[in-house]
């Protein structure tokens, strides 16, 4: 064998032995990658996209609590937003159209709009009765209804549930209780696929000297306690609870809202949810 061979069988040797090292090397990369992928399969969340209305499965042994907020977006409503999310309490946003007059206010909405299901927007019509005009506005049931529906499109409100402004109103699916002012109106909104919902419990407030809570937080979890014991509610063992977002801007409102949650939190059987799980809205779209 003369040197030139000796060359071109060492070659082969060496081609061999790196193209050897080369395949065993991707095939393990490739087995820890697989390896890899299957953990992280494992281990991360899938987090899944929840619609509103999707309904849920009452608990007999629970009492539902349907928080819900009036006239935003406005000063109060991320306050009411951080309150209710550190404490992961669902709760329902009844807004105005006309309120969503800024980029700020458009990202409270927003805000509200991705929060589901933690938190639903409802319509509270677009201009709230121009602005508490209540006779002139319900006296015209075609022009109210044009009013909610711009606040419905306006507002990209995900499910057709409102409230009157001003007033306590209920209509679901025929069953109507509301005051003669809004009757004509509630009557016309339940016949064309909306769900009216009132309330039976109202947490008041005063504007003199700031807007701020009249009843202390003790005095509303008397109130709701006495609404479930009672055949007052519209729907038995189901509390709605009205309030208003800028009731609770300042620090010390603030926390008047938390303790009146974490205050019914203790009890085991409250639930608190949002109002499209309220019996007779759900699946309602």
Known sequence: MNDLDGYYKKSLLYTFIFLSF????????????????????????V?????????????????????????????????????????????????IGTQVDTEKQRKKLDSIRNSYPLFLLANHSYTHANYNHYKAFYSNTDSAVRDINKAQSGMK?????????????WGINGRVRAPALTKEL?????????KVVGWDVEWQFKNAGGCRPV?????????????????????HNHVVLLAHDR??????????????IETLQKDPRNVFETIDHYPGIQNNK
Do not use: W
């Not at 409100?157 to 409230?163: E, G, N, T």
């Open 22 to 45: 080369f395949f065993t090397g991707c095939a393990n990369n490739h087995a820890k990658t697989v390896a890899l992928s299957n953990k992280i399969a494992v281990d991360t969340p």
């Open 47 to 95: 987090v899944v996209k929840v619609s509103p209305g999707i309904p849920i499965t009452y608990d007999s042994t629970k009492r539902y609590i349907y928080i819900t907020l009036d006239d935003g977006p406005q000063n109060g409503t991320m306050t009411c937003f951080h309150v209710l999310s550190k404490l992961q309490a669902k709760a329902s946003f009844f807004m």
């Open 157 to 169: 409100v995900p499910l057709k549930i409102m409230r009157t402004p001003g007033n306590n109103s």
């Open 186 to 194: 509630t009557h016309a909104l339940d016949s064309i696929g909306y």
């Open 215 to 235: 009843e202390s937080t003790e005095n509303m979890v008397r109130q709701v306690e006495a609404m479930f014991n009672s055949k007052n509610a519209f729907v």
């Open 247 to 260: 009731m609770f801007q300042k620090d010390q409102y603030a926390d008047s809202l938390s303790k009146f």
